[in-house]
């Protein structure tokens, strides 16, 4: 008779980490679902939609019982059988539009992205892509409902998840800076390079929407504080998470500071990081005795 693993909830991101240059490797799918089999609650949280990771979580197929799926770098938790949204934290449409305007300064088109599910659309667009190279490239790969929009606070507006534009590396950093002093204490904005279609996205949510509150939220439904809840990720979107679960992993080739708050360092990514963590995690030691959450996050 096996014991039940230390750890009840593990978080694991998909691009760096999971995906390596749009391929899932078979020793890492295959560890997943051995931690499953284990009783460990496997909870894929990505910067992606819900469409946009849809076909992954199906190709893992995991044993069930399923954990929902943490999206959109936190802002949204999706129940993976059905797609309904379990919970979400949205801008303020005053907030929202102010955002918009500061990045349309920059003379780019800027997406704000929604719940499809409430929404029956994904985004809001505000300029025009035209024949952007990045906008094609972004749009290329996730079949997207657009609706044009001038702005975002009008009483018929829904509140956004996140709000981006896609940029290059040297203005996406300047951006980030100068988001982050116009709205300080209101947005979480962090700057991704996304490998998959070479592109840098700067993208900005509510005050609190990030991967570890997510998490957080799905722990509570299964009785899993953090200090029993794994995790691991290769940039900047995961930082919180790693932060503060219980046990954490960044790849050997992830930024310094990912490396830094980890708790422990492996393979470089495209070399089965997952596998090996999760190998790690099930041959943990015992956790903290105060496990598990009673104040709902809201």
């Known amino acids: 008779m096996t014991s ?141 409902r657009i609706r044009p929009a001038e702005r975002l606070d009008g009483p018929d507006r829904a509140r956004p998840l996140r709000i981006s534009v896609l940029t290059d590396a040297a203005q996406a950093d300047e951006m980030v800076a100068s988001l982050r002093q116009r709205l300080a204490g209101r947005i979480e904005v962090q700057a991704i390079h996304l490998r998959t279609t070479g592109v840098h996205i700067v993208e900005a949510f509510a005050a609190g929407a990030n991967k570890f509150t997510a998490l957080r939220y799905v722990g509570q439904g299964l009785r899993v504080g953090p200090a029993r809840m794994a995790a691991i990720g290769d940039d900047h979107n995961d930082l919180p998470m790693l932060q503060r679960v219980g046990f954490s992993a960044a790849p050997a080739d992830a930024p310094p500071e990912l490396r830094q708050a980890a708790t422990v360092t492996v393979a470089a990514r495209g070399q089965k990081p997952v596998a090996q963590f999760v190998d790690l995690v099930l041959n943990a030691r015992p956790a903290p005795d105060a496990d598990t959450e009673s104040t709902p996050d809201t």
């Open 4 to 144: 039940a693993p230390t750890y009840g909830l593990l978080g694991v991101d998909v691009d760096g980490t999971l995906v390596w240059d749009g391929s899932l490797a078979a020793a890492d799918a295959d560890a997943l679902r051995a931690a499953a089999r284990a009783g460990l609650a496997v909870c894929v949280c990505t910067g992606r939609a819900w469409n946009e990771v849809k076909d992954l979580w199906q190709a893992l197929d995991l044993p069930a019982p399923h954990a929902p799926v943490v999206c959109v770098g936190g802002a949204l938790v999706v129940e993976a059988a059905t797609g309904r949204s379990l919970y979400s934290r949205t801008l303020d449409l005053a907030c929202a539009d102010e955002l918009a305007r500061a990045l349309a300064e920059y003379d780019l088109p800027v997406m704000a992205l929604v719940d499809a599910w409430r929404e029956g659309f994904d985004y809001y667009m505000i300029g025009d892509p035209g024949n952007r190279p990045m906008y094609r490239r972004f749009f290329a790969s996730r079949p997207s």
